[in-house]
Nanobody, 122 residues
Framework: VQLQASGGGLVQAGGSLRLSCVAS????????MAWFRQAPGKEREFVSA?????YYADSVKGRFTISINGAKNTVYLQMNNLKPEDTAVYYC???????????????????WGQGTQVTVSS
């Protein structure tokens, strides 16, 4: 399985970006697809996941929207009202073995994309 993320870029605070992540080699109908991010000097953190319904980190609730296509092989992250603290490399992840209690844990996902840089200027 390969995950290919795209859509990052440079945007001013208050702007929007839409990230996409396409999985090849498998689908995740009963699994989960997710987004994590890692800012310079910080640990990787959970952003959002989708498994039958969306899950969000508190820091992005109301601003980010995760969605998944009907084939369950592409996940999107619509990011609105971006803030400088959203600056990070965003990674998509996927798993067909995940359990609900571990949805926010990076170690629970066995497939990862290469990351896409999101930079929000103030």
């Amino acid at each position: 399985v390969q995950l290919q993320a795209s859509g990052g870029g440079l945007v001013q605070a208050g702007g929007s970006l839409r990230l996409s992540c396409v999985a090849s080699g498998d689908t995740f109908r009963n699994g989960a697809m997710a987004w994590f991010r890692q800012a310079p000097g910080k640990e990787r953190e959970f952003v959002s996941a989708y498994r039958w319904r969306p899950y969000y980190a508190d820091s992005v609730k109301g601003r980010f929207t995760i969605s998944i296509n009907g084939a369950k092989n592409t996940v999107y992250l619509q990011m609105n009202n971006l803030k400088p603290e959203d600056t990070a490399v965003y990674y998509c992840a996927a798993s067909n073995r995940i359990i609900l209690s571990t949805m926010t844990e990076g170690t629970a996902y066995e497939h990862w994309g290469q990351g896409t840089q999101v930079t929000v200027s103030s």
